[in-house]
Structures are given as C-alpha cells and as structure tokens.
C-alpha cells in the first residue's frame, strides 16, 4: 500500500512538472510546494554540488552549510505555496525561491528542462569573468 501511494505521488509531481516553463498556474504552484515539502532535503547535497562547482573543495563545507539552512525555507516556502496555490500569490504564481524545484541543481546547461538557472559552473563563472580581465588590461 505504501508503495502504491509513494508510486502515485511520485507520478502526480511528473504530470505537474509537465508544463511548458513560461506557464505558470496553480496546478503547478501545488506542485511545486508539495514537491518542496517532500524533497526539501535535496537542498544539502544540491547546494554542495553548485558550491563546490562554483568554488573547488572549498564549496563543499560553505554548500553544507549553506545546504541546511536552505532546508528549512525549502520545507517553509514549500507549506506557504501548497496552501496558497489557488491564490496567485506572488503574481501570476511565480516561485517564491530558485532553483524552482530543489532536484534543480543537478540538472546541466545553462538552463534546466524547466527553464529555471541552473547554478554556476567553475567554468561558465571564468568564462563570464574573461572579458572583464581584458577590458582592464586595455585600460
């Protein structure tokens, strides 16, 4: 029974996760606060991941830290948005924090397959910085 109930849910947040990135409803607003209430715990190892992408080894204790912390407003933001998804609360039910869900930050590109950022590589950081460093030396 419970695996039948765990298989169901797990295929309800699919069929929401569905849309179209730029479509924003309620339907999808409900699946995002019960997916953020039953994968918030996702925040610890995703925030290691983009620290330590965007830092080296020095990431991996600050995407902890940071990690946990994330949890609880993940789980918090998660209860505010499935009891507010029939109200377009922000306006036009835009998420509340980003990454839109927390599996997010495991996704690669530039963008996700839900149109959300996905967080800096090491190399997207330096290849943004390479421009400003020649600017400078013209200078």
Known sequence: MKRLLATTIVAFICVL???????????RKF????????????????NVYA????????????????GLGM??????VGVHEFVTAPFPVPAHYRPVIQPEYPWTYFETG?????GTPCP???TAA??????????RATS
């Open 110 to 114: 530039e963008r996700s397959a839900l």
């Open 71 to 76: 949890v609880v407003v993940r789980e918090l």
């Open 120 to 122: 800096p590589t090491r």
């Open 126 to 135: 330096r290849d943004r910085r390479a421009p400003a460093k020649k600017r």
């Open 51 to 66: 620290e330590s992408e965007a830092r080296g080894a020095e990431g991996v204790p600050l995407g902890f830290a940071k």
């Open 31 to 46: 699946g995002r606060g019960l997916a953020a209430m039953t994968t918030g715990f996702l925040e610890v190892p995703g």
């Open 17 to 27: 996760a569905a849309h179209p990135a730029s479509a924003q409803t309620a339907s």
